[in-house]
């Protein structure tokens, strides 16, 4: 079945540690979005891609860091320069040109 | 500023009853799109309709049907005979002009649906 996965779906974090996490879709889609949502909030947009080799960032990009490197993939690396990683992350995909998004299950990242 | 406003924190609705969640949005733009998803206990968001401002007939998808409002700026959300499975969390969004790409997406604060027997 088509659709993005997104592992894990728990994540503990501890002081000082850089932890990724994982998004891939098969779609075939061409952008790839990370959101972030924090308890009883909308989304967030962290960084996203449209193409290979290109991502741009979004409004919270600080203490996180991402890579394209396949179309299918786009992982997100939360650094230990986010001081409050505490949330709820979540992965969307869309085609170009078309607005809707789809998104994964999501990874609850926890901090220890 | 693009912004979009859920003033709903939490709605209560019995089994078999319609419901409409409120969603008001400001935009200068004057092509932009509007989506609602749902969010249950799970956390996996999931699309339920699209209305574009160009539209001229309010989009509708099964028990789902998007009440535009254009001149007021409002994009609520109808649902017709709710079910228990119906319970979750509804977010009103839309896509985000000002970022580079014009993809992303803003999203309101959600509203919290129950829906009991």
């Known amino acids: 079945d088509g659709g993005i996965t997104q592992s894990p779906k728990y994540l503990f974090r501890k002081e000082g540690q850089n932890v990724t996490l994982s998004c891939e879709q098969n779609l075939n889609h061409d952008a790839m979005y990370w959101y972030r949502q924090d308890p009883g909030q909308g989304l967030r947009l962290i960084y996203y891609s449209q193409i290979v080799n290109d991502f741009q960032k979004g409004d919270i990009a600080e203490g996180y860091s991402v890579s394209r490197e396949k179309k299918e993939s786009f992982p997100l690396t939360v650094t230990s320069a986010q001081k409050n990683p505490t949330a709820f992350y979540l992965c969307a995909s869309s085609r170009i040109n078309q607005e809707t998004q789809y998104f994964g299950p999501g990874t609850r990242l926890l901090v220890l | 500023a693009q912004k979009i406003t859920q003033t709903q924190p939490g709605m209560f609705v019995q089994e078999k009853e319609a419901v409409t969640l409120d969603c008001t949005y400001d935009?200068?733009?004057?092509?932009?799109?509007l989506f609602w998803y749902k969010q249950p206990s799970s956390g996996e968001m999931i699309f339920l309709i699209y209305?574009?401002?160009?539209?001229?007939q309010n989009a509708t998808e099964g028990r789902y049907s998007l009440n535009f409002q254009k001149a007021r700026k409002s994009a609520n959300l109808v649902i017709s005979a709710s079910q228990l499975g119906d319970s979750a969390m509804y977010f009103c969004a839309m896509r985000d002009s000002a970022n580079q790409a014009g993809t992303a997406l803003i999203f309101g604060k959600g509203t919290t649906l129950s829906v009991s027997s």
């Open positions: 209305q574009g401002s160009y539209d001229e």
């Open positions: 935009t200068s733009d004057q092509s932009y799109g």
